[in-house]
């Protein structure tokens, strides 16, 4: 058993080792497994190096501290809740969260602690990315492994100003592996934390409630929306109960104006059309409009998921039985053969005429096989067999229209503030290798995208150039799933 074992692993090393293995690794979805792990790794030594050798600066971590010290020494009414950049705007998880980074950096003051702490938020947030990455079979390893190291934006975001965003971002993606792996409670608990933290996750909610409801009913959508209020209600209690109105209006104000200075999507506006009420309600006609026109695609990509699903929970545990009898009746022969070979070892050994006529006979007969052209037809070992559907990559039929309108409420926001570039990072390249751009294409993209991100301030032209490559994204991969959506109309 020893022996074999040691000979399985040799194998497989020998395998790791060949060249389309090694090509794989860089081309093939399949294997991000493994290279998402050396991702982790490298992010990792990464982060370590940046908060060692790069200047901290700054921008709302103080603030975020004053808000919360606030709410420790007893301050309920959000209307007091205040820090240098302003009145607290943020729900009641943001709170909680930041309350207890107060107590382990010694009141905010350990401030390289506190950027380890989100070292290891970034790790998980990547963790949660990756899977989803592998589970969909969708982008290459060497995109991800190009976009994600190469983002000084993000990184900056992440472990040298320390935002709120990425909590949030990290509770969303949290949450979409749990709705990929049918666990619908634990889905809506970690939505709605997402949402507690920060309200930008909402731009997620018009796809995942028409993913409830087609999967789930109309009850049982009911249940899950009860869960995400109730979380909601639960975290604001303590401020709900002093003063409804200053929480919900701090917390949740839909109506807050930006501040021009800090706008990357708009700076060819001037401060009053900016500001303009007029031009926020037309961005809002503009984002509900964009999303009449997508969600029924998006619909029909949740209707396929939903019976996609009920054909796996069908087929899957009959495949899942014929590979353990196949195991079972594997190892039933491998110890038979282990049996009848010691049994030949105890008999009496060869003699030396025996042993030269038996090297005789079989070199006649591989001299005979070496002749012959006719190829032989081995029998087909049925119990080595092992059967499998990748039902993995159903997947994608959830993560698109989900990535999708998040986008679409990206592209329609009133401002982008440099820290929202974490609201879709991590979906670009899954958006961009969902549209039928060439790959030079798609990566000029994200290099021009990467580029109005890290030009501060940001100027008229990168202002107007992030707006064109988010429309050419939006309209890319509309036009491909319009596509594939007609394609299967016809044939069926």
């Not at 492994?145 to 509770?171: G, Q």
């Not at 594997?330 to 038979?336: F, G, H, Q």
């Not at 993560?399 to 999708?404: A, D, E, Q, T």
């Amino acid at each position: 058993m020893g022996r074999s074992r040691f000979q399985d692993i040799l194998n497989e090393v020998k395998r790791m080792l060949t060249w389309s293995y090694l090509k794989g690794l860089v081309t093939n979805p399949a294997q991000l497994p493994f290279v998402a792990l050396l991702i982790l790794v490298a992010e990792l030594i990464l982060n370590v190096l940046i908060v060692e050798r790069v200047p901290y600066t700054e921008i709302d971590w103080k603030a975020y501290m004053q808000e919360c010290e606030g709410f420790l020494n007893g301050t309920l009414d959000y209307s007091k809740l205040r820090g240098d950049t302003g009145p607290l705007v943020y729900p009641a998880g943001f709170v909680y969260i930041y309350s207890m980074f107060y107590y382990l950096t010694n009141r905010g003051e350990n401030i390289k602690l506190a950027q380890y702490l989100f070292i290891g938020v970034y790790l998980m947030l990547l963790s949660c990315v990756l899977r989803i990455y592998i589970r969909t079979k969708k982008v290459p390893p060497y995109v991800l492994v190009i976009t994600i190291l190469t983002s000084y934006r993000i990184h900056s975001i992440h472990v040298l100003r320390m935002f709120n965003d990425p909590i949030a971002v990290l509770f969303l993606f949290m949450s979409l592996n749990f709705f990929l792996d049918s666990k619908w409670y634990l889905g809506s608990i970690f939505y709605s934390l997402g949402v507690s933290v920060k309200m930008n996750i909402l731009l997620y909610a018009p796809a995942l409630f028409f993913f409830y409801l087609i999967n789930l009913g109309v009850l049982e959508t009911m249940k899950q929306l009860f869960v995400c209020g109730l979380i909601q209600i639960l975290l604001g209690m303590p401020f709900l109960i002093v003063e409804p109105i200053a929480y919900l209006k701090g917390s949740f104000d839909v109506g807050r104006v930006f501040n021009h200075t800090w706008t990357v999507n708009y700076r060819f506006l001037d401060v009053k059309t900016f500001e303009s009420s007029y031009f926020h309600l037309a961005l809002l006609a503009i984002h509900i409009i964009l999303l009449i026109i997508c969600l029924p695609m998006c619909i029909q990509y949740f209707n396929s998921y939903c019976r996609l699903k009920y054909v796996q929970r069908q087929v899957q545990p009959q495949i899942d039985a014929k590979n353990l009898e196949n195991k079972r009746k594997s190892k039933l022969k491998k110890e038979a053969k282990m049996k009848l070979n010691k049994r030949n070892e105890d008999n009496e050994k060869l003699s030396k005429e025996q042993e030269e006529f038996l090297q005789s006979f079989k070199n006649v007969l591989e001299k005979s096989t070496q002749k012959s052209q006719k190829p032989v037809n081995r029998p087909i070992d049925n119990e080595n067999m092992k059967y499998s559907i990748n039902f993995d990559i159903i997947s994608q039929l959830f993560i698109l229209p989900m990535f999708y309108v998040n986008f679409i409420g990206i592209v329609c926001a009133r401002s982008l503030h440099y820290q929202f570039y974490s609201w879709y990072f991590h979906t670009l390249p899954y958006l961009l290798w969902s549209t039928n751009y060439t790959v030079i294409v798609r990566f000029l993209i994200l290099a021009l995208i990467e580029f109005c991100w890290n030009t501060y301030p940001s100027t008229d032209i990168t202002s107007a150039l992030l707006h064109i490559c988010h429309i050419s994204i939006l309209f890319g991969v509309y036009k491909k799933i319009s596509t594939e959506l007609n394609m299967v109309s016809k044939v069926q």
